[in-house]
């Protein structure tokens, strides 16, 4: 077997070539590291987005909801408030409200029981009442009394 004897000179030279490779080699990202890179960044940043739009429209359908409701606790407490004159049948209108355009129907009902009331009132968008009732915001019910005296 032969061995070979390298001087400290011929040693440093191949180290010193290995050690420039290496630097040469780290002195930047190759393309395709690049292109990664930039492919991750663009599904980060869509699905950020696409998650951000999502909550907006849900922040603004449950602001939406809110608004209904509260038009629809109104509705039924004018009722409440004019129980002496209730009369039963379809009553809707148009208001606005919150920078927006609502229509409230309220429908009034006899019950089984005699001078107690069901009053249904129901919430849309728009100015007036549309024709499929599915498009409504809010649905409530509360049922009345009429006053004995």
């Known amino acids: 077997m032969v061995l070979h004897q390298y001087s400290h000179h011929e040693l440093c030279g191949v180290a010193a ?8 080699r780290s002195a930047g990202f190759t393309l395709i590291e690049v292109m990664i890179a930039l492919l991750i960044f663009a599904v980060a940043a869509s699905t950020l987005l696409l998650s951000d739009g999502h909550v907006v429209r849900r922040t603004a359908q449950v602001q ?3 608004v209904a409701n509260w038009l629809a606790d109104q509705a039924i407490n004018h009722f409440y408030q004019d129980a002496h004159n209730v009369q039963v049948g379809s009553f809707g209108g148009y208001q606005m409200f919150s920078e927006q355009d609502w229509y409230v129907q309220s429908d009034v009902k006899e019950t089984d029981k005699a001078g107690f009331y069901r009053v249904d009132v129901t919430v849309f968008h728009g100015k007036e009442l ?3 009732k599915k498009e409504a915001i809010w649905d409530l ?4 009394r009429k006053p004995l005296f």
């Not at 070539?17 to 040469?24: D, E, I, T």
């Open 64 to 66: 939406d909801r809110m």
């Open 141 to 144: 019910t509360g049922f009345l």
């Open 130 to 132: 549309p024709e499929n």
């Open 17 to 24: 070539g290995r050690s420039q490779w290496l630097k040469q």
